[in-house]
């Protein structure tokens, strides 16, 4: 079963000279249209060419409460290169379901494709972009030099917190409230000193009888 | 073919009614369904593999090892077909083909560890191309899994950016369930791969439990139909379209609308580009074909996608190979976009008309609602007069090297209608895609949104099983590849000579990573950094080694006969053709150019 060899046939080896390409006008010979797309892929007039403008939306998503569900959704959002501000993630009061809150901060196509592939993942049941008009709160613990009690004490009050923990040393006081809220309150406790800052990230619900999930699995 | 009692740990085996002394192992008997239905459940493994007998699966490719060694030995009692394979990488893609060819989910085994972390190039190619496999993958025991135990690897983590879903089986009782699951959630809605990763623990527990048939999730449920009202909007600007291209992608073959698609185009009379993997969705040798559009795809079916005014593209997600720049894709058209996944809709390129749901369903549903057929006579003139302008055709002087064109089209003339062609990734690939006249869905079998070389051969082994056990055991399969391609994966013959598999392996040898040297010869100044092999194995003599039949071909005289001899051999073939490592592939769009513009030799680059 020995099969036919001839001479290796060597002679074009690297000798490229003689690419021939297939026969048709040139593309300078080709007619081109004149328009254009956005790196969105939508249509644009070329003359007036704008690329929509980022905002920062406020994602909920209502998912089955199994391990691995935070990965997967944190892990969509890294691979994708969608911009997180914050993600929070926390039961709800039935205990088969969780809820993940995500603040993202994208063009429009950004949103929308966060969105849908967010509600892709098998475990999430019902994505839903918040209204303006949703509650939102966040807190933070913020430790300062101890250097002034009394002063700390009246700032907080200021922000409608609470001095949480107090040694000679240092002090550290809960502020809970809207994300500007707590900008603020971090601006002002600069002037004390901070030693040391957490956050939770946006936790949201839509306001007044209006769901927050779309729809609940029917079970 | 004697009868053998359920091997359980405490069997005795002077209880069993065959354990005669001397009596020869079993490998692959075929048992009725009553004996099926006769076997209990025993441990989690067995309801593992009844799951899989429950959803009709016939095959399954894998490689053996320890963690998965509980659902080989219940294999062991079941009418699957187990191909063994040479590599776990090998054993995904042969499930991938079988796959597609069948228009099932593919099963492939692994073990833990490098098992596992073997078939994700598989399970990669499979998620990026919505190919429907399901992965079954040993691990160690759950009280050791985060002990970095012997050949552990944390298969979920790995496998979740590459996988449709993937699921930690943490119970003998509903492992069973998990794989039904996996398994219907594979082939569903936009199919995909998923995995499930079988603690050995799991496997060998005690559980009785008979899984049910293959079920989806409950949160799993795919829009099949569009919305009517948004129907009603797109067919009024299909019949108002002056330009229309119908754009079929792999999701036409994958929904198996192909039908009812060429049915709508032929009907409304307009012209058709597919995509790569959608080749064989509309028959190539028809009128309203324009072939597929794309980096490398036909002149006149990047100028029909140019000059278009309206892009009806179904089960199609816009790749940029397909693209080339967004911002010069199609920039005169409105956007139709039918598809069952509504995050591909507006994700690269804006659909004006958004349809989601089933292909087949919702090109029934647009027809319904067509009231008349677009006015689109100059149209297809001009898209005929593009097909003239642009032709696929090559020289081929017979004083240079055979040209690989030649050979794919040797092949074509030589085989039926229905022959099955799959390929790994370059070259070879394109020309394999150009030189072919495709009329048939799944006859095509490649890797396109991964691109991944060594895809041909374990492809052609599964495509090969897969149409034996269709009944098809006189159609042909062949597997176009290049040499560099061929070193990927070529310990997979073994396989096909194992197993008798009649293929026809046509590497189309040009000594060089071909892919990669017209790259640097058009964008590197020629320098070939790593691209030549300047030595490179004699494939004839490789094959006759591995038990396989041999051919060498260096000149056109010898081809036609190469070809008759190898399709008649009743087994694996391989043909190394020595082709012109000069030639190139065009037409070609440079990365991120207007398709327009695409370059019909180097120096239009």
Known sequence: ?219 | MSERATPTPEADDSTSESAEAGEQPRTDEQRTEAEVEERPVTTGASSVVRALENAGVEAAFGVQGGAIMPVYDALYDSSIRHVMMAHEQGASHAADAYGVVKGEPGVCLATSGPGATNLVTGLADANMDSDAVLALTGQVPSDMVGSDAFQETDTIGVTSPVTKHNYFAGDADTVGDTVGEAFALAGMGRPGPTLVDLPKDITQAETGRDPGPARPPKTYNPQMEADTQDVKVAARAIENAEKPVLLFGGGVIKANATETARKFAIDHGIPVVTTMPGIGSFPEDHDLCLSWAGMHGTGYANMAITHTDLLIAVGTRFDDRLTGGVDTFAPEAEVVHIDIDPAEISKNVHADYPLVGDAGRVIDQVDARMEHSPDAREWREQCIQWKEEYPMDYAAPSDEPVKPQFVVEAFDEATPDDTIVTTGVGQHQMWASQYWTYREPRTWVSSHGLGTMGYGLPAAIGARLAADQMGDEDRTVICFDGDGSFLMTMQELSVAVRENMDITVAVLNNEYIGMVRQWQDAFYEGRRMAAEYNWCPEFDRLAEAFGARGWRVDDYDQVAEAIEEALAYDGPSVIDFHIDPAENVYPMVASGAPNGLFALSEDQL
Do not use: C
């Open chain 1, 1 to 219: 079963m020995s099969s036919e060899h001839t001479p290796e046939n060597q002679a074009s080896r690297a000798e490229d000279t003689h690419r021939r390409g297939l026969k048709g006008p040139s593309p300078e010979e080709r007619p081109h249209p004149e328009g254009r797309r956005n790196s969105q892929g939508i249509r644009i007039d070329p003359e007036v060419e704008a690329e929509p403008e980022v905002r920062e939306a406020v994602l909920s998503a209502l998912v089955l409460n199994e391990p691995g569900v935070l990965a997967r959704a944190s892990g969509l959002f890294a691979r994708r290169q969608f911009n997180i501000e914050s993600l929070t993630v926390g039961t709800t009061q039935n205990e088969e379901y969780s809820r993940i809150t995500l603040v993202v901060k994208e063009p429009e196509p950004g949103i929308e494709q966060a969105k849908k592939q967010l509600e892709k993942l098998v475990p999430v049941i019902s994505v839903t972009e918040l209204t303006e008009d949703a509650v939102r709160r966040e807190l933070a613990l913020i430790k300062v030099d101890g250097d002034h009690p009394d002063q700390i004490a009246a700032v907080a009050d200021m922000y409608d917190g609470t001095v949480v923990d107090a040694s000679a040393e240092a002090i550290t006081v809960e502020v809970t409230g809207t994300n500007k809220t707590i900008e603020n309150a971090l601006d002002t406790f600069e002037r004390f000193g901070v030693r040391e800052i957490v956050r939770t990230g946006t936790a949201a619900l839509e306001a007044g009888a209006n769901a927050t999930a779309k729809h609940w699995p029917d079970d």
